[in-house]
């Protein structure tokens, strides 16, 4: 062992050996002092060295020292961060702000400058954030990630004997890393911050957080400082960029689960857990799945009390982050509000009814659809659950509605239809009448459908990359050559209300077409089929649904058929075999043309229709059916049966 130790401090000491050299030596180093085989003057050595190579060019050195620093807390316990702590600290403090590129670093000093100018090029013309602003967002911070790691290795290496070095100087630094402009910097922060809390759970602490009655004691560290990290977790909670949301979730759950019990959490719930319940409908998959592990994990059976109890804080935080510039920010709210509507006791809610749909109103209106969408199926719940409240309302939500009904977005009117028929149910026949208008307005509205829109229509029939519809102008290459550059789903300017651009950008909006409208009141039908009462209204209609489609002079009447195919065996099982079977033959020829179609959606949807009329009304039944309307759709219909996988 002294020779490998001789060899590593050899290498170590070198200042000629390559950065790898030096990497490698630090790993080992670090294994071998895992090993409890290393001598306690080699350990000595190590701190020397790992401290001097913090500063070293490459960042993979720079983090393996801060690894071995906290290999060497683990051994020898805080006296090593005791005897390094101001070296540590002011690494951090002095790559706070970013330096001046000097003339050694010209090759970076040009890469930083063409970065510049680059975001800089459009910026005025598209009133957005100014280059200076995006490059210190974006581009990394010197070597400060680095020494934050170098922090957070530390702490973990000392375990529970950290606490006692808690002390504010260390918070205040720790707390401008989450407050710092950069991002990256801000993420590392916050999850050194929560390395920082979790020292008070790992084993052995609990002797020294605790009294002997199980709860924590006022001298405890963390608990002295709880409303500071509270507030900064909030901020976090809250951020614009998903990866420092993220690393804010991860020190959220660990600061709320090293508390003791339920009592200890009370102190912080009002600023915390309205923004761990929106960040369970948070667009970003992975804020959002850990979000609703870290709220069972908190609340356990509790969750809904624990709205209820904190409903004011939660009201006020959901409306608030309606206006919110990030469009993701906004779709989770509403999905919230509506979820508050549905979920939560009535009688906790009503008081803040009024609120909740004034805000919903103003989503409703959101340039960015899946906005508007959520706002739709928010303020149907609603209308469900408060219909005395929320009647003053209706005669500005009617018209979005019916907007919504007629969308270019698929999703977007099928969360209508469902909205109105939350509608009908709250209002009964004087909603039901205007309902059922409309549908018949919307169905026989496509005979003003143009021949094809697919000649004159600025946008591209085909189904467009990540759902949104994409303009024909978009493939002209002038307009993807030389211009701003942005990152995926991150600037602020492409992400505010009446911004516009970026990949995640849902600001596409066109004048809806007839086809649009009539395919919306069809899958409303279906959504209102499902009120028994309504089977015989139901019925009289599905004439009109049978002629409108044996219209095909359009491109895209392929996707009206598609609809119709899916919402024939729902209108079916719904409004029973003595109002739909007189209707079958209507539709057999639609059926059969969108069987063999060559859009594949519209002939799965055609395929799966034919099966379930088979299980609702029999397959011989049906098979008779069509036998007597045209023979030689039967060989259709028995090969659809054969291929069926059940």
Not at 82 to 96: P, Q, T
Not at 204 to 218: L, R
Not at 529 to 555: E, M, W
Request: negative net charge.
């Amino acid at each position: 062992m002294q020779a490998v130790e001789t060899a590593l401090t050899r290498f170590l000491q070198d200042s000629t050996a390559s950065w790898e050299t030096h990497q490698g030596a630090l790993l080992a180093a670090k294994l071998v002092l895992g090993s409890n085989l290393s001598s306690d003057h080699f350990a000595a050595e190590l701190r020397i060295h790992a401290l001097h190579q913090l500063n070293n060019n490459e960042a993979r050195v720079r983090l393996a020292a801060g690894e071995l620093l906290g290999a060497l807390c683990k051994r020898c316990g805080p006296e090593v961060y005791e005897s390094s702590k101001d070296i540590i600290l002011e690494g951090v403090r002095c790559n706070l702000e970013r330096a001046p590129l000097n003339e050694a670093s010209l090759e970076e000093q040009n890469q930083v400058h063409a970065l510049t100018e680059k975001l800089a090029r459009s910026q005025k013309d598209e009133g957005g954030a100014s280059a200076e602003q995006i490059f210190h967002d974006t581009a990394g911070w010197k070597n400060l990630e680095t020494w934050m790691r170098c922090l957070q290795s530390v702490i973990e290496g000392c375990g529970q004997y950290f606490l006692p070095h808690v002390t504010q100087d260390l918070l205040d630094l720790v707390f401008q890393a989450l407050t710092h402009t950069n991002r990256f910097v801000r993420e590392t922060g916050y999850y050194v911050c929560g390395t920082l809390v979790s020292c008070s759970t790992m084993e052995g602490a609990e002797d020294h957080m605790e009294s002997d009655d199980g709860i924590m004691t006022d001298d405890n560290e963390i608990l002295q400082h709880g409303e500071q990290f509270a507030r900064h977790l909030a901020e976090g909670l809250a951020d614009n960029w998903s990866q420092v949301r993220l690393a804010a979730s991860v020190a959220t759950r660990k600061f709320l689960l090293a508390l003791p019990d339920g009592e200890a959490r009370e102190r912080f719930n009002a600023i915390l857990l309205p923004r761990m319940c929106l960040n369970r409908y948070y667009v970003a998959e992975g804020v959002r799945i850990y979000s609703q592990e870290t709220w069972r994990a908190v609340t356990g059976t509790q969750g809904k009390r624990m709205v209820e109890e904190y409903i004011c804080d939660v009201v006020q935080y959901y409306v608030a982050q309606t206006e919110a510039d990030n469009h993701a920010v906004r779709e989770a709210a509403c999905a919230c509000i509506a979820e508050l509507g549905s979920k939560i006791d009535s009688d906790v809610v009503r008081p803040y009814v009024n609120v909740l749909l004034k805000a919903l109103l103003v989503c409703f209106k959101d340039d960015s659809w899946p906005v508007r969408d959520a706002a739709c199926i928010a303020c149907g719940n609603f209308v469900l659950c408060f219909p005395d409240e929320a009647r003053p309302s209706m005669e500005a939500l009617y018209p979005l509605f019916f907007a919504n009904l007629a969308d270019f977005i698929p999703s977007v009117r099928q969360g209508s239809a469902v909205a109105l028929a939350n509608v009908a149910k709250a209002y009964g026949d004087e909603a039901i009448t205007n309902l059922f208008s409309k549908i018949q307005e919307g169905i026989a509205g496509l005979e003003n459908q143009p021949n094809t829109t697919e000649k004159y229509s600025e946008f591209d029939s085909m189904p467009a990359q990540f759902g949104v519809v994409k303009r024909l102008r978009d493939n002209d290459m002038e307009l993807h050559s030389d211009k701003q550059m942005y990152s995926c789903g991150s600037l602020a300017p492409k992400m505010g209300r009446g911004s516009k651009g970026g990949c995640m950008d849902h600001q596409f909006k066109k004048p809806s077409e007839p086809w649009e409208f009539c395919d919306g009141c069809v899958q409303l039908l279906a959504e209102l089929s499902s009120q028994q009462d309504l089977a015989a209204q139901v019925a009289t209609i599905l004439p009109a649904v049978a002629n409108a489609t044996r219209k095909q002079h359009y491109a895209q009447y392929v996707v009206l058929l598609e609809t119709v195919c899916k919402s024939l065996p729902v209108i079916a099982k719904n409004i029973g075999k003595r109002h739909f079977k007189p209707n079958l033959e209507n539709f057999f020829d639609a059926i059969f043309h969108a069987l063999s179609c060559d859009n594949a959606l519209c002939s799965s949807a055609a395929s799966l229709c034919l099966l379930e009329l088979g299980q609702f009304l029999g397959p011989n039944i049906l098979k008779g059916r069509v036998e007597n309307y045209n023979p030689s759709y039967v060989d259709k219909l028995l090969a659809n049966q054969c291929a069926a996988p059940y």
